[in-house]
């Protein structure tokens, strides 16, 4: 048992097992990404608070053969820097479901993400960070708290085919801006 598993309640011991079960699974996927040299690892729907640190140097040796990384259904608050430098092949990153508001700067020095969903998270603010990273084509930020996008940005962004923004409570000005013809699709809820 880890140190921030004590409680001595029946409730407490039955939390216990299903952490340390949890815990289990994610070490099981981590390994098997490790051993049959996978690249992509899928940590979904694994009631993780952040990335685990202790998967970091169990990963070091294929991290940049690791592609595709998927963190769906969390309960993550944040992904830190050391995420993104240590994975900085990935194609694709999967963050949906989870509690993020922000992001870390370094997202911004990813030199071949295509693809990354943030929808159903708690962001209020457009990720700005995104808009450097010249490979990104998809960005999905459907069902977040999100008032304004930087449009000029975005617009300058080679390679982004699609946004998704449906149910953000995006201001008059942004949805009017919107309605002219933009260079990618941009998915919007109308009201």
């Known amino acids: 048992m880890s140190n921030w598993e004590h ?3 029946s409730q407490g011991n039955h939390y216990r097992g299903a952490m340390a079960e949890a815990v289990a699974n994610v070490a099981r996927r981590i390994n098997s990404t490790v051993e049959e040299e996978k690249d992509s690892l899928d940590l ?5 608070i952040s990335f685990p640190d202790g998967a ?28 993104f430098s240590t994975f900085n092949q990935l194609r694709e990153l999967d963050l949906q479901g989870n509690v993020l508001t922000k992001l ?3 997202v911004g020095e990813m030199q071949h993400l295509t693809s990354i969903s943030l929808a159903n998270n708690s ?14 084509e998809r960005i999905n930020l459907e069902g977040n708290n999100i008032t304004e996008i930087p449009l000029d ?3 300058a962004m080679p390679a982004l085919k699609w946004l998704n ?12 801006a919107l309605q002219s013809p933009q260079k990618c699709d941009i998915l919007f809820t109308s009201e």
Not at 61 to 83: P, R, Y
């Open 44 to 48: 979904s729907n694994c009631k993780l």
């Open 123 to 136: 962001f209020s603010a457009f990720p700005d960070k995104l808009t450097e990273i010249a490979t990104l």
């Open 153 to 155: 940005k975005l617009s």
């Open 165 to 176: 923004l449906k149910s953000n409570p995006l201001d008059s000005n942004t949805r009017s």
């Open 104 to 106: 870390p700067d370094s």
């Open 56 to 83: 970091f140097k169990v990963l070091r040796s294929v991290s940049d053969k690791i592609f595709v990384i998927t963190l769906a259904d969390n309960e993550m608050k944040v992904i830190s820097s050391k995420f």
């Open 7 to 9: 409680s001595s309640s």
